[in-house]
């Protein structure tokens, strides 16, 4: 994984050197081993100028002459030469491509082009990508399977074509002033271009409220968009952007659950396996749960099972980095422990300290680049920079496994719902009996769930209207200016096929990917996601809602699939915790007080968002313990320090 970054006047006007050069550098995190830019006539009259280094140290180089420049900074993953250098360039010179991620199917892919007359240098996969584009143009996306951004020069038809990997696990951020296309990894080095960094209002009131975090097509930044998913941009005269590909139908497959579990098996050992190709160390995540535990076992299996990878990039044991905490009700270590004992894994440990985080939260907001919803954040981080400590560049995890098995708690009231609708009331009374046999009493939402599958739509829209009171901590008139919230779109088929789709697609999944990979870059640390290999998307989202919630479990086909692979007190384990904090606990004690003088503070009185007085009071109904708002109070708390942070000082400025 790397950094990118570019500029191109469709005008013909030169550009920056220098503003590229800053938009590289404020993303350096990203990509420690390495820096390039590449200078391109946009109108073909000069030779393509190529610059290892920076431009201000490249000998007779007139930037007056070039309408593109690309930049790019590298984490050295896959061929540590000088051959994987970026910005790449074709044999003719003709294209060239800056590119952030990992193509796992390149082996492939260079055998089959190698059968189609392609040569090639380097064993990188930004190679393949750019014979991929030369073979089958911008249907090139749609052969990868991996997680990618970039932006490709094809110099034949002028133009500069970009593209997003089909989950968004990699980001692309742009701006567009009609002449001038701009673009970066992180939203940082857009700012390093000159655009000012004003914040979107309208972005602002949905997180304080309903804390949505639009991770799909806007930002919290006037005039600066990102490319969403599975969608491709290209720049001509104008910018253009399309989708390349959706989600299947959902629900449609007709398989029995043991036919799934075998698929299913076949298909995630695979995903493994692929994210297993690197030139660099490797290591797992491990939380404890259903999720990452698979992948220690599976990847465990196949790295001294079947030898699919050289053993001097794992060591004689599989490394796996855990948040744990003192407190029992967050610690996880008696979950992680069978895993250890199964796989003889290597466990390195971290403790997320709420003083640290207090310490160290100006850092964790910058390299966020945005509002983020909870502490949680703090413990992935603290798992980064141990990892990054222990030598480890690529870790694998576990992101998007409860989105595609239906693993949020949060499921069990929309498949009760789906069963009602379907008057399939022999199913129901079974599944609400396994629900309070493993989960213990049925939570109200599931009961309102279940009342709404009565109620024609007309009139539960009618009733939730009037149950919206308003937030008395949001300031009267931002209400009145920005109000009310945006309404997400729905999803379609069951309501739990609906559910899946939303947190897909909307504010959910691509929320995490986020915080996933700012924590990472932030310490030259690539992470790769096994459930989110798209087959393996594809097949789940496919399967009916009785093959992930079954007799009160969730993820009952990953269950199934991994018998014999998991200890079997973490294959039937009933909760799940993964990247968590206790901030409801850390917010009445260790970070009280920066909370207490943070909504004390004029500066947050100033920006006119919150009721300052109705949120102390909230503040200390939550520290009396009278009520549970660490979610709300940190949103509070992150909005006033990222403001200071990204709109009163200097936003290229690191901590």
Not at 3 to 13: D, P, R
Not at 129 to 147: D, K, Q, S
Not at 180 to 202: H, M, T
Not at 445 to 473: E, H, I, K
Request: aromatic residues 10%; charged residues 25%.
């Amino acid at each position: 994984m790397c950094a990118i970054a570019g500029l191109y006047h469709v005008s013909g006007q030169a550009v920056d050197p220098a503003a590229l050069e800053r938009m590289v550098l404020v993303q350096a995190h990203r990509g420690p081993d390495g820096e390039g830019y590449v200078f391109l006539d946009a109108v073909g009259r000069a030779q393509p100028v190529p610059v290892r280094g920076r431009p201000a140290q490249a000998a007779g180089f007139d930037p007056r002459r070039y309408a593109i420049g690309l930049g790019h900074r590298r984490l050295a993953i896959i061929d540590l030469s000088l051959l994987g250098h970026q910005p790449m360039g074709t044999e003719d010179g003709r294209c060239w491509v800056v590119y952030n991620g990992e193509i796992y199917n390149h082996v492939e892919l260079r055998e089959e082009l190698r059968g189609r007359g392609h040569r090639f240098r380097s064993t990188s996969d930004t190679e393949v990508l750019l014979a991929a584009y030369r073979e089958w143009g911008e249907a090139c996306v749609t052969r990868f399977n991996g997680m990618f951004a970039f932006a490709l020069w094809d110099g034949d038809r002028r133009r500069l074509f970009c593209a997003r990997d089909r989950l968004g696990v990699k980001p692309f951020y742009y701006a567009w002033d009609g002449n001038r296309f701009a673009f970066a990894s992180e939203i940082k080095g857009l700012l390093a271009a000159g655009i000012r960094p004003a914040p979107d209002q309208r972005a602002v009131f949905d997180y304080l409220e309903g804390a949505y975090l639009d991770h799909s097509g806007g930002t919290f930044f006037e005039g600066i968009r990102q490319l969403p998913p599975a969608h491709v941009l290209t720049v001509e005269t104008d910018v253009a952007v399309r989708r390349y590909w959706d989600l299947p139908d959902a629900g449609r497959s007709p398989l029995s659950m043991g036919e799934a579990a075998g698929r299913f098996r076949e298909l995630f050992r695979d995903a493994v396996r692929l994210r297993l190709r690197s030139d660099v160390p490797i290591g797992t995540c491990l939380s404890g749960g259903l999720d990452s535990s698979s992948i220690v076992c599976v990847a465990n299996d196949l790295m001294f099972g079947e030898s699919a990878v050289p053993r001097e990039l794992v060591g004689q044991r599989q490394k796996t980095f855990s948040s744990c905490f003192e407190d029992p009700a967050y610690d996880e270590r008696r979950f992680i422990q069978p895993v250890l004992d199964r796989t003889g894994a290597e466990a390195h440990y971290t403790f997320p300290d709420p003083k640290e985080l207090a310490a160290t939260v100006s850092q964790l907001v910058w390299q966020q680049d945005e509002p983020f919803g909870s502490t949680s954040i703090f413990a992935q981080w603290n798992v980064m920079r141990l990892a990054s400590q222990r030598g480890v560049k690529v870790l694998l995890d576990g992101q998007g496994a409860d989105e595609l098995l239906a693993g949020y708690h949060g499921f069990f009231g929309a498949h009760f719902a789906d069963l009602t609708a379907a008057r399939r009331w022999g199913a129901l009374a079974r599944e609400l009996a396994s629900y309070r046999r493993l989960h213990g009493p049925i939570p109200r939402y599931v009961v309102a769930n279940l009342a709404r599958a009565f109620l024609p739509a007309r009139l539960v829209r009618f009733v939730r209207s009037r149950m919206t009171g308003s937030v008395d901590w949001i300031a009267a008139d931002f209400r009145r200016q920005w109000g009310p919230i945006t309404v997400l779109p729905g999803g379609h088929g069951s309501r739990l096929h609906a559910m899946q789709q939303q947190l897909l697609t909307g504010n959910g999944l691509r929320a995490l990917l986020h915080y996933e990979d700012r924590n990472s870059m932030a310490f030259g640390i690539e992470t790769r996601l096994p459930f989110l290999d798209y087959r393996l998307v594809e097949f789940l989202y496919g399967l009916g809602p009785e093959l992930k919630i079954q007799r009160g479990w969730t993820k009952a086909v990953l269950r199934r699939a991994m018998d014999g692979v998991l200890p079997e007190e973490v294959r039937w384990r009933s909760d799940k915790m993964g990247f968590v904090t206790p901030e409801d606990v850390w917010f009445r004690t260790s970070l009280r007080e920066m909370a207490r003088d943070i909504l004390s503070d004029a500066r947050t009185r100033a920006r006119g968002y919150l009721n300052v007085e109705e949120a102390v009071r909230e503040f200390d109904a939550h520290v009396a313990g009278r009520k549970n708002l660490s979610a709300t109070i940190w949103r509070w708390l992150n909005l006033e320090l990222w403001c200071r942070r990204f709109v009163d000082q200097n936003p290229c400025a690191a901590p």
